[in-house]
């Protein structure tokens, strides 16, 4: 049964915009952590020369992500996949993007770690990592609001947060990636695009 999420619907046309600008012209997008799959199909839909393969670990997902699938009816929208970044190797043969939208912050560190080194493993050299979400910046919230919103993570689990642009750039080195562009977005969000170096 699919589902929907009010923030998805809020957030999926100023994604979309930095998506027509930063995702390659055709090629596969592996979504990580596609959630409702209301942004695969949303993505596909306006961006049809790329192929989308979302993706999930929650069996629940899942089923919602299929609804999404099996409604839009789009060749270049796939069925999900069943996929942990924590676990190796991930169910994909290639990819010419990777996108993650609002994991990073509910998830334990070790996730950023494993979706950087995950992902250095399937892109070539020059293809874009995209995450999106709340960031810190030099240890700093951007806003209240964040501020907040990291205090109620960490008290629902201590291993979850708002993430540190610059931890994340570090771990980018680490991985073989480097921060090419930084979009700020609504509701004091971000979409930064990490680069594959060669």
Same mark, same amino acid.
């Given at each position: 049964?699919?589902?929907?999420?009010?923030?998805?619907?809020?957030?999926?046309?100023?994604?979309?915009?930095?998506?027509?600008?930063?995702?390659?012209?055709?090629?596969?997008?592996?979504?990580?952590?596609?959630?409702?799959?209301?942004?695969?199909?949303?993505?596909?839909?306006?961006?049809?020369?790329?192929?989308?393969?979302?993706?999930?670990?929650?069996?629940?997902?899942?089923?919602?992500?299929?609804?999404?699938?099996?409604?839009?009816?789009?060749?270049?929208?796939?069925? *999900?996949?069943? @996929?942990?970044?924590?676990?190796?190797?991930?169910?994909?043969?290639?990819?010419?993007?990777?996108?993650?939208?609002?994991?990073?912050?509910?998830?334990?560190?070790?996730?950023?770690?494993?979706? &950087?080194?995950?992902?250095?493993?399937?892109?070539?050299?020059?293809?874009?990592?995209?995450?999106?979400?709340?960031?810190?910046?030099?240890?700093?919230?951007?806003? *209240?609001?964040?501020?907040? &919103?990291?205090?109620?993570?960490?008290?629902?689990?201590?291993?979850?947060?708002?993430?540190?642009?610059?931890?994340?750039?570090?771990?980018?080195?680490?991985?073989? &990636?480097? @921060?090419?562009?930084? &979009?700020?977005?609504?509701?004091?969000?971000?979409?930064?695009?990490?680069?594959?170096?060669?």
């Amino acid at each position: 049964m699919k589902r929907i999420a009010p923030a998805a619907e809020r957030n999926r046309q100023p994604i979309l915009e930095v998506l027509a600008q930063v995702l390659p012209d055709t090629g596969t997008v592996l979504e990580i952590a596609s959630g409702t799959g209301m942004h695969a199909a949303y993505f596909a839909e306006y961006l049809p020369r790329l192929r989308w393969q979302p993706s999930d670990p929650s069996p629940e997902a899942i089923e919602s992500i299929t609804g999404w699938v099996s409604e839009a009816k789009r060749d270049n929208l796939y069925a *999900p996949l069943s @996929l942990d970044v924590r676990s190796r190797p991930w169910p994909v043969s290639g990819a010419e993007a990777v996108l993650c939208i609002n994991m990073l912050h509910i998830a334990p560190w070790e996730a950023a770690v494993a979706l &950087f080194e995950g992902s250095s493993n399937l892109l070539g050299s020059g293809t874009p990592l995209v995450t999106y979400g709340p960031y810190r910046m030099h240890g700093k919230h951007t806003a *209240p609001s964040n501020e907040a &919103f990291d205090l109620s993570l960490r008290s629902r689990n201590p291993s979850w947060g708002v993430r540190d642009l610059e931890e994340l750039s570090d771990l980018a080195r680490q991985t073989g &990636f480097r @921060l090419d562009k930084r &979009f700020e977005m609504p509701a004091n969000n971000m979409t930064l695009v990490w680069l594959r170096e060669a």
